[in-house]
């Protein structure tokens, strides 16, 4: 029997209800901040990864799904979002419009991991980008957008972390600091953090495994190597996030997982720890575009994955509202009677009433049962002797009360 591939799933109808009610809160939020919509496509240049995400992340190391095709061409299915969008901007030239240009997301994410709770080789992320502004108040805003995008789908007790990384210019420094301090700790860490120590340094900072946490928060902190320029960038975010009278704190070992991020990061957590509780995250890329072959443009932006999002909202136990179902069921008795159901069903459906009959004849009591385990609010009854007076018998069908209603007035009686 065949069966979705590991690390995938099935969205069922019943599902559907938290897909749209994201989707929907996503659409709201980036509306509110000046986000327009953009749609890349599902694969690109395998380069495109490598050059932005980085060679020495796990993402493009383990994680991407890569194939050739018949041109003989390198594609890999789209591992994260924001390499595309920096892609569309430089190719379609948006760095010619008023600046800061800022785009949103909501994508299929592939990456050849191993499935957990809240992870998938193929999720979905709602993401936001904003280029062509250097000003750490745009950090503070995409960060505020975040947290308002969790607090308007209901989540409660989250948690936001913010830390700044440095540039170019100090980073190195930094990050010499950092190895010979994990030098001293080589036997303490797991065996992908030994190997990370000259490949990835930063990324030992992230490790979950209980004994590399503990080395971790002895670690050297990326803000006491900061140049004068992301020290007062650093500054300056943290006194707008004040501002803005969000609830941070300092992390001195969120670094996130990949090699384009610039001075602010962030991370946003329901109380839930463990590799997979982060819901939301981001930071600054001021370097990506002229990686990628653009002008140097300075660019912020978040992801967050839909289905981790929805098993948080499961386990705070927040009603979603229901996707709306079709008001009316048409029932008949008769040959006649379904034609004239069915002209019916048509005409309501003309007139945006949701409506439905019955598509083979059973008996009255069945197609009833039908219409309740449907989840219609009414039951549009047609028989002959309806047929001659030119009317149905709409039965409530949760009170049971029903009444005579002529063709020509059933859909405004609907409607009212």
């Known amino acids: 029997m ?35 919509r953009i749609d890349t496509p599902v694969f690109e240049d395998a380069n495109l990864f490598v050059r932005g995400v980085g060679e020495g992340t796990d993402i493009v190391e383990k994680e991407m799904y890569t194939f050739t095709d018949r041109g003989n061409e390198r594609m890999t299915l789209r ?18 419009l008023t600046q800061p240009v800022k785009l949103y997301y909501i994508a299929p994410i592939f990456r050849y991991e191993r499935p957990q709770a809240g992870r998938f080789r193929q999720h979905h992320q709602f ?24 607090s308007s789908l209901g989540l409660k007790n989250l948690t936001l972390q913010v830390n ?45 495994k209980p004994l590399c946490r503990q080395v971790a928060l002895n670690a050297p902190g990326s803000i006491d190597y900061l140049c004068r320029e992301c020290g007062e960038h650093f500054e300056k975010l943290r006194h707008y996030l004040s501002v803005l009278n969000l609830p941070y704190h300092v992390d001195h070992r969120l670094v996130r997982g990949l090699d ?22 981001g930071g600054r890329y001021d370097n990506l575009i002229e990686e990628l072959g653009g002008k140097p443009t300075p660019a ?27 008001e009316v069921f048409f029932a008949w008795l008769g040959e006649n009677a379904r034609d004239e159901a069915l002209r019916q069903t048509a005409l309501l459906r003309k007139n945006g009433i949701g409506a439905v009959f019955s598509i083979v ?11 309740n385990s449907l989840g219609v609010e009414y ?38």
């Open 2 to 36: 065949y069966q979705a591939p590991r690390g995938t799933q099935d969205i069922l109808p019943e599902e559907q209800a938290y897909w749209r009610y994201v989707e929907q809160k996503a659409a709201d939020i980036a509306r509110l901040y000046g986000y327009e």
């Open 79 to 96: 591992p994260e979002g924001t390499a595309p969008v920096c892609r569309a901007y430089i190719e379609h030239g948006m760095y010619n």
């Open 127 to 150: 993401g936001c980008e904003a280029f062509g502004e250097a000003d750490p108040a745009l950090d503070a805003e995409t960060i505020d957008m975040a947290w308002q995008f969790f």
């Open 164 to 208: 700044s990384i440095g540039c170019t210019t100090c980073r190195p420094g930094y990050v010499k600091t950092l190895v010979e301090y994990y030098q001293q700790h080589v036997s303490e860490l797991c065996p992908e953090c030994q190997a990370r120590i000259l490949r990835n340094p930063l990324r030992l900072l992230d490790c979950k």
């Open 260 to 281: 384009y991020y610039t001075r602010t990061v962030f991370e946003i957590q329901p109380e839930i720890e463990g590799a997979q509780s982060t819901i939301g995250g």
């Open 300 to 326: 912020v932006g978040f992801g967050s994955g839909i289905e981790r999002i929805i098993l948080n909202l499961k386990r705070q136990g927040i009603v979603v509202p229901r996707i709306k179902k079709p």
């Open 361 to 371: 004849g059973k008996s009255l009591k069945a197609q009833l049962r039908q219409a």
């Open 379 to 416: 039951a549009a009854i047609i028989g002959d002797d309806e047929l001659k007076m030119g009317c149905v018998i709409l039965r409530h069908m949760n009170s049971g009360k029903q009444e005579k209603v002529v063709f020509s007035d059933l859909a405004e009686k609907l409607k009212t």
